[in-house]
């Protein structure tokens, strides 16, 4: 049993609560979803039943947790039992490929090297990683990090296992499975705890829900509770009903009327990182201006890899991409990768939106113009802030409306709104269109069925796609 | 049961293919010969062999991102001292040796520690240590420091990526020349706060990994093969060979 006693805390240098007087008690084997808007305290509340704060998480704590009545003592013993996924995977890797970071995790819990080796083989197949098994973990796809920390986690066998946005990079089907996973692990005794913004896919999971605002405890409650829409749009939250995860290509016929006239075309793409395997193997499609594309596919298809060809960070093997029928040399298009903490720089956030419009230009600052693009975003109250010191989804809205803000023929957006709240998925949404509107071909990589919902308004299946490589352009 | 018994689909990598052992005992026998040394010569040898070593193991790309990322070190290092010499006049009367010898020293350590961080599994490397019977307060920073280095050209590669993108019209070769204060600024400021984070986040993976100064997969033979032989052989003569130079040298 996991008891939360009057948690209680306060970051460093923040004079505001992040968590005021959360309790809830939490039996063996039951899983807890814990849901909210962005900011209202749900990755704080499972960073310190992770026993990360005070050490890391620094700051002021009250209140107490407890597992089977015992309280957290130092944070790698705590850990055995209470296995942690962050928001970021990527930062709880230490070795440096797949298999060694399994058999690492194993090892430095004193299971014996056969044993841990046996679990190792058992875990890569359970997640379906034997694929990348020898792969550095920096060169997985975010979906693919997320099931290594997953596979390891589960590995240990741990009394409670605490999940931030899980359902972030991971496309439809391996969210089926990951549910179909926790249903299992629920059912060995093990306590779940999922912080998500998606919601539908836990519906089977989760039977318990605990809804936070501005770190207090909004209600309480069931499945029933959340399914009236009014409730859900008060508490800012997701739908809960499924969205079709069946979308297929619909672009042929723009493509037939004007092949490589106007638009961005990919024609014949082929491409593998340094002596690896294909990645990408003759593929042609083409997108239309003022349109939003919606690019759907498994996690580690090449999504990201695609969206790095045709924006001109990496060169393909074979075959070009054409801007109105033309190449173009150089980096070309704007694209918004996965990592935000990479792409903000500047000291404050106008002066980053600032940056963006004149594209580095002397002199070519209009605080007017970079304003309105903060508002569009719900970010202009936060104008004067440094841009790391804001939360993963402000952050998030930024590096999208910095991408948005520049002139250009083509923008990519990379997950734009994984670890989004309702409110803020339909913003995004909207500027999203409103950006196509207003000229470029907008390319959207995503696994998020609700964005797909609200935006697509073509869409290229790459699993079909990739089965049939010339079919958009002929 | 043997730790490692366990067998990865590729056990080891580099041309060399070389255990992690000897990589581990060419790093330590490099670095502390290297801060051994005093003089020119004996130091060139060790980095020409070291040299020689690191670019039969490592791909030119990613040597080639280290020594820039030195060079820039260095060079500010220097700017600051020939900076400090009007201050302090002493600091200009120093020989130049004085200040080549840190970094030839530094550039061994290089040499040889990049080849064991991206050619060596984390989990061989623990149990590499306990088989030296290393103690804990050296082994924990070395497990960190080697797998601090890949994670540190991860940063650098996306931060890169992430300039060329925002600054399509005046990136490139041209974009640090036409406006350096931008350039720093746009490379640096993300670059700070991303080491920062990393130190914070593989503090982070240890604690939650449970690794400690403690932890032991537990300490076997030292197997070396015959390549390994050859190698550690090598690199006898070439340490015998500079320990020679640098005594004539002291006596002479």
Redesign the interface.
Known sequence: MLTVESLTFTHALSPKKALDGVGFSLPAGTALLVTGPSGSGKSTLLSIL?G?APR?LKGKLEGSVFLDGKAPGE???W??DVG?MTQNP????????V??EL???L???NI???A??EL?DEALKTFSLESV??Q?V?NLSEGQKQRVVLAALTSLKPKVLLLDEPSANLDPPALEQLAEILKKIEGLGVSLIIADHRLAWLTGVCRKILVLDEGRVAGEGDWEWLSDDQTRAGLGLRSVGRCSSKRTSSNPSNSRQNSLGEGVAAKNLTFSYYKGPIIINDLSFKLTYGTVTVLLGKSGLGKTTLA?LL?G?EKPLNGEILFDGEKEP???G??V?Q?S??????PSVLEEVN??LS????GARDDQKALEVLSAFGLADLAKRHP?SLSGGEKQRLVVA?GLARPTRLVVLDEPTSGLDGRNLSLMSRQIIKSAQSGPAVLVITHDLELVELVAQDVINLDEVLQSPRELLT | ??????????STTGFLKITPESRLILTLVASIFSLFFGQIVPLAILLLVTAVYISLEIRFRYIAIVYLFFAFIALTAVTFVWLLGFVFTVMKDQPLSMAVIPFMRLSISINTIIPLA?NS????L?STLNKLRLPGLIKLPLIITI?FI?TFI??LK??R??V?????????YG?WVL?PF?WS??FF??LV??LI?ST?????????????AE?D??AQRLIFGPTDKIVLALASIAVSVSFIIENLHAHG
């Open positions: 992770a990360l890391f944070l790698r013993h850990s055995s942690f990527e930062c709880q890797f230490l070795a440096g490929n298999e060694d058999y690492l995790t090892r430095c819990r014996s090297g056969q841990a080796a190792v098994r020898s550095s920096f790095r924006c960070l150089g980096p070309h704007q694209v990768l990592n903490d990479h792409q903000l720089y500047m940056v963006a594209q580095g230009r002397r790391q910095v | 049961m043997p730790a490692l018994s366990f067998k990865f689909s590729e991206f599994k984390l989990s061989e623990i797998r890949p991860n940063d996306q931060l990526q992430a060329r993108i925002r600054f399509r019209g005046v990136s490139g974009f406006r931008l600024r746009v400021m993300p706060v991303r984070r914070d986040e593989l503090a982070l993976a240890t604690e939650l990994k449970g690794l400690s932890t997969f537990g």
